[in-house]
């Protein structure tokens, strides 16, 4: 599961490589992944001509701010991952155009495509299925329950020692629990959790 650390590892490096490119195209072969708009077909037709102006993360959620006033989420979920090269579709599958670690074999799962600008695609892989993809109306992304709900971020400057402290005085329960609740701090999963616990010699 891609937690924090990994998520705003994957935008830093998409900065690198996606960051002011344009979508020409997107493919799937598992639709039911579009949580927004319910129609592949409507998403496609929305997301072609988009410019990326700015990428980022909230929780475990990447965020392609794009032009024309539109956001393009993308959760990872258990098995999703994020990938940057050139693919071509032979024999009934997709295959990579050039090797190298790409080719790892986790990589083989590709379920949704986007063509960009420069001749290169930003793929999904997926064993699981279970990744997801929205496009928003920025600012109703921004406005959302979804995010309006989430905690703070603890790579902020104003997480400090003693906001930690107030949002933990304010939950009961199994302290392995609350550091996994998004709504209370975003971005811990498993296993960051068990780590931090692990390292503060405390009980899940």
Same mark, same amino acid.
Not at 8 to 34: P, Q, S
Not at 86 to 112: I, V
């Given at each position: 599961?891609?937690? *924090?650390?990994?998520?705003?590892? /994957?935008?830093?490096? *998409?900065?690198?490589?996606?960051?002011?490119?344009?979508?020409?195209?997107?493919? /799937?072969?598992?639709?039911?992944?579009?949580? &927004?708009?319910?129609?592949?077909?409507?998403?496609?037709?929305?997301?072609?001509?988009?410019? $990326?102006?700015? $990428?980022?993360?909230?929780? &475990? !959620?990447?965020?392609?701010?794009?032009?024309?006033?539109?956001?393009?989420?993308?959760?990872?979920?258990?098995?999703?991952? *994020?990938?940057?090269?050139?693919?071509?579709? &032979? !024999?009934?599958?997709?295959?990579?155009? /050039? +090797?190298?670690?790409?080719?790892?074999?986790?990589?083989?799962?590709?379920?949704?495509?986007?063509?960009?600008?420069?001749?290169?695609?930003?793929? *999904?892989?997926?064993?699981?299925?279970?990744?997801?993809?929205?496009?928003?109306?920025?600012? #109703?992304?921004?406005?959302? #329950?979804?995010?309006? !709900?989430?905690? +703070?971020? +603890?790579?902020?400057?104003?997480? /400090?020692?003693?906001?930690?402290?107030?949002?933990?005085?304010?939950?009961?329960?199994?302290?392995?629990?609350?550091?996994?609740?998004?709504?209370?701090?975003?971005?811990?999963?498993?296993?960051?959790?068990?780590?931090?616990?692990?390292?503060?010699?405390?009980?899940?």
């Amino acid at each position: 599961m891609p937690e *924090l650390p990994e998520v705003e590892t /994957t935008i830093r490096d *998409l900065r690198k490589k996606v960051l002011g490119r344009t979508f020409l195209n997107v493919w /799937t072969d598992f639709r039911k992944a579009i949580k &927004k708009p319910k129609s592949f077909e409507r998403f496609k037709k929305e997301i072609k001509g988009k410019k $990326i102006r700015r $990428i980022w993360r909230r929780g &475990k !959620n990447i965020i392609f701010d794009l032009s024309h006033n539109r956001s393009l989420l993308i959760h990872q979920k258990l098995t999703g991952h *994020l990938l940057y090269g050139k693919w071509e579709f &032979k !024999n009934g599958e997709w295959k990579l155009k /050039t +090797p190298g670690p790409l080719g790892d074999p986790m990589n083989r799962f590709l379920h949704l495509i986007f063509w960009l600008d420069n001749d290169e695609m930003m793929v *999904l892989s997926d064993l699981r299925k279970f990744a997801k993809a929205e496009l928003w109306v920025t600012k #109703e992304l921004k406005e959302s #329950e979804l995010f309006k !709900n989430l905690g +703070p971020e +603890p790579l902020e400057k104003d997480f /400090t020692f003693e906001r930690f402290r107030e949002v933990l005085l304010k939950k009961k329960g199994k302290i392995k629990q609350i550091l996994m609740d998004q709504d209370i701090i975003a971005g811990i999963g498993n296993i960051y959790s068990d780590e931090i616990l692990w390292q503060a010699k405390i009980h899940p």
